[in-house]
């Protein structure tokens, strides 16, 4: 049975709505167990990251996905915070050959979400995990993937209300990326 941990930091609560879509996805497959882990401000403390549970909660999952906002080309301050903590798993490699994956929303339609998501896939090989993309082609299954990365699940919202921004499509494109995590996930603990 395969636990997915989704880590997010959400400033307005759209990312906050892309987790939930995440682990709609991850849910959607059998016996999957899913973790919802935001990242808070009360964890940071003197600008580290302190919060042992969310890091043991990590540490036992099968799978970790990333998300944060894409702000002033990179993920948010808070989620830089809880990476740069991983420090000593990264240290003890406890978080090698987990699968990792990665998603990000911005007003942007492009909003230099790439760099966010790459800023995620090097974080997960630094840990020495197996990164998971969305194994989509753009708009190949009705509007998912309409921003056309194959590194991580991206999603637009500005100033609209969580429930309207992101999309339904972008929102699709996140519940994509969970279940194939969950998938990998499952498959990968049978090897």
Do not use: C
Not at 35 to 58: C, H, M, P, Q, S
Not at 83 to 112: E, M, N, P, R
Not at 140 to 146: E, L
Request: no cysteine.
């Amino acid at each position: 049975m395969p636990t997915v941990s989704i880590v997010y930091f959400s400033g307005g609560g759209h990312t906050a709505a892309f987790a939930e879509a995440a682990a709609t996805g991850a849910r959607s497959v059998a016996d999957t167990t899913v973790n919802l882990l935001r990242i808070e401000g009360k964890d940071i403390i003197e600008g580290r990251y302190k919060n042992d549970a969310v890091l043991a909660t990590l540490t036992a999952s099968d799978a970790i996905i990333f998300g944060s906002p894409t702000y002033m080309a990179g993920p948010s301050g808070q989620f830089k915070t809880f990476a740069d903590a991983t420090g000593g798993i990264w240290f003890q490699q406890l978080w090698k050959d987990k699968l990792a994956a990665g998603f990000t929303v911005s007003a942007g339609a492009s909003g230099d979400k790439l760099n966010t998501l790459e800023y995620f896939f090097l974080l997960s090989q630094q840990h020495g995990m197996v990164w998971i993309g969305t194994g989509v082609l753009p708009y190949a299954t009705g509007a998912i993937n309409r921003f056309s990365f194959s590194s991580g699940a991206a999603g637009q919202a500005n100033q609209e209300p969580p429930d309207e921004m992101p999309n339904a499509d972008d929102k699709g494109t996140a519940e994509h990326l969970g279940r194939r995590v969950a998938t990998a996930a499952a498959r990968w603990g049978k090897a």
